[in-house]
């Protein structure tokens, strides 16, 4: 048998998720978010899942290339835009959409006028605007002319007409309303911005299921698609079905007294004679290193505690409340079982960070 450990990717929770979160804003285009090679589920592994999607979204063009070899034929959208000018030709070559966020990035489009208006290929392209975030987007003073600007591009290539975009900064708050930027008040910004005939691409995960009435008529969700919360709720209180499982097994139980340690640094102390077990999983597989003592590991059927440091490939976890816990003990690091959200949340990241970090030499198999 080879090392126990194994990821599944569940295409279907997918397309449940989509299912769901469509019937959160009906009305709305629904653009699924597939960057990190599809929040580390393996982007052409799920694409079976990602069908009723009405776009897909990402950063790198090999990426593209990859996903119109396997057929995907609807938009896709750069969602950083086009980096130089070799990067805006292959977009046009590979039939993408993108993102304009900065005014160095419109001044480039202006620039291709010529070969935009040769080009088959028509892009639709989404102005982002910051209005309050302050990472990516044009500031809120430029965007009269810049929509201007682009309106002519675009009528005189025959480019579909431009879609306006922002992003939320505070859609997953607890508390939501008194953040210090708003969902609302982002919403209010960028509508007060909005030419006639142009549509809006605004919700992330969270606005699309904590507010859906600001989502806009484009919709941009990532996280839930693949079954983890993006906050604040649990993923469980949004319905959503998590699309990847990491499991293992128990692979050797140390018997150890009071008063002994366990692992590197020897953080772990014994306070009653305990059982440990060893359960082949590691930072090398993605398991986060800085997860303190009493992470919960399933196990069995049980909720158990992580016991001392995490290494390269092993963990340990205390199962004296388990004794029946043995070499062959199937266990679960996040999962059906065990919500990927529970475990970021216990070792101080988000279920973001796990996901994505699904190391290379972790089997993977679909369900
Ligand atoms: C990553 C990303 C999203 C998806 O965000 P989630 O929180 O995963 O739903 C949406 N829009 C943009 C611009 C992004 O970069």
Same mark, same amino acid.
């Given at each position: 048998?080879?090392?126990?450990?194994?990821?599944?990717?569940?295409?279907?929770?997918?397309?449940?998720?989509?299912?769901?979160?469509?019937?959160?804003?009906?009305?709305?285009?629904?653009?699924?978010?597939?960057?990190?090679?599809?929040?580390?589920?393996?982007?052409?592994?799920?694409?079976?899942?990602?069908?009723?999607?009405?776009?897909?979204?990402?950063?790198?063009?090999?990426?593209?290339?990859?996903?119109?070899?396997? =057929?995907?034929?609807?938009?896709?959208?750069?969602?950083?835009?086009?980096?130089?000018?070799?990067?805006?030709?292959?977009?046009?070559?590979?039939?993408?959409?993108?993102?304009?966020?900065?005014?160095?990035?419109?001044?480039?489009?202006?620039?291709?006028?010529?070969?935009?208006? +040769?080009?088959?290929?028509?892009?639709?392209?989404?102005?982002?605007?910051?209005?309050?975030?302050?990472?990516?987007?044009?500031?809120?003073?430029?965007?009269?002319?810049?929509?201007?600007?682009?309106?002519?591009?675009?009528?005189?290539?025959?480019?579909?007409?431009?879609?306006?975009?922002?992003?939320?900064?505070?859609?997953?708050?607890?508390?939501?309303?008194?953040?210090?930027?708003?969902?609302?008040?982002?919403?209010?910004?960028?509508?007060?911005?909005?030419?006639?005939?142009?549509?809006?691409?605004?919700?992330?995960?969270?606005?699309? #299921?904590?507010?859906?009435?600001?989502?806009?008529?484009?919709?941009? *969700?990532?996280?839930?698609?693949?079954?983890?919360?993006?906050?604040?709720?649990?993923?469980?209180?949004?319905?959503?079905?998590?699309?990847?499982?990491?499991?293992?097994?128990?692979?050797?139980?140390?018997?150890?007294?009071?008063?002994?340690?366990? =692992?590197?640094?020897?953080?772990?102390?014994?306070?009653?004679?305990?059982?440990?077990?060893?359960?082949?999983?590691?930072?090398?597989? =993605?398991?986060?290193?800085?997860?303190?003592?009493?992470? *919960?590991?399933?196990?069995?059927?049980?909720?158990?505690?992580?016991?001392?440091?995490?290494?390269?490939?092993?963990?340990? #976890?205390?199962?004296?409340?388990?004794?029946?816990?043995?070499?062959? +003990?199937?266990?679960?690091?996040? =999962?059906?079982?065990?919500?990927?959200?529970?475990?970021?949340?216990?070792?101080?990241?988000?279920?973001?960070?796990?996901?994505?970090?699904?190391?290379?030499?972790?089997?993977?198999?679909?369900?």
């Amino acid at each position: 048998m080879p090392r126990p450990i194994q990821a599944t990717i569940r295409p279907d929770a997918i397309a449940n998720n989509i299912r769901l979160l469509k019937s959160r804003c009906p009305q709305s285009h629904c653009m699924a978010v597939v960057k990190a090679n599809a929040y580390g589920h393996g982007l052409l592994r799920v694409l079976k899942g990602l069908e009723a999607a009405d776009s897909l979204a990402l950063l790198e063009l090999p990426s593209v290339e990859a996903l119109r070899h396997a =057929g995907w034929a609807k938009p896709i959208v750069l969602l950083e835009g086009c980096f130089d000018d070799q990067e805006l030709h292959l977009a046009l070559q590979w039939q993408c959409d993108w993102v304009v966020h900065h005014p160095a990035q419109l001044e480039a489009l202006v620039g291709h006028e010529a070969l935009l208006l +040769s080009s088959t290929h028509k892009p639709r392209i989404h102005l982002k605007v910051n209005t309050g975030m302050n990472r990516l987007g044009l500031p809120l003073s430029t965007v009269g002319a810049a929509t201007r600007a682009l309106a002519g591009l675009a009528k005189r290539c025959g480019l579909p007409n431009p879609v306006l975009m922002t992003h939320y900064a505070n859609a997953d708050a607890p508390n939501r309303e008194r953040a210090p930027v708003t969902v609302q008040q982002q919403f209010e910004r960028l509508q007060n911005m909005l030419p006639t005939g142009w549509q809006t691409s605004l919700g992330n995960s969270a606005a699309i #299921v904590n507010t859906s009435q600001y989502a806009g008529e484009m919709v941009r *969700p990532g996280i839930a698609l693949y079954g983890a919360t993006p906050g604040p709720l649990a993923a469980q209180a949004y319905g959503l079905q998590p699309a990847m499982l990491l499991n293992s097994a128990v692979i050797a139980v140390q018997a150890i007294k009071k008063g002994q340690w366990v =692992g590197y640094g020897s953080r772990w102390l014994a306070g009653r004679d305990s059982l440990i077990a060893i359960v082949a999983c590691g930072y090398a597989d =993605g398991y986060p290193r800085h997860a303190p003592d009493g992470v *919960p590991v399933w196990i069995d059927g049980h909720i158990m505690p992580l016991a001392g440091r995490v290494s390269m490939d092993m963990l340990t #976890v205390d199962v004296t409340d388990h004794p029946n816990c043995k070499p062959g +003990s199937p266990v679960q690091l996040w =999962g059906e079982h065990l919500p990927v959200d529970v475990v970021a949340t216990a070792s101080g990241t988000i279920g973001y960070e796990l996901l994505c970090a699904l190391s290379q030499r972790v089997p993977v198999g679909l369900a």
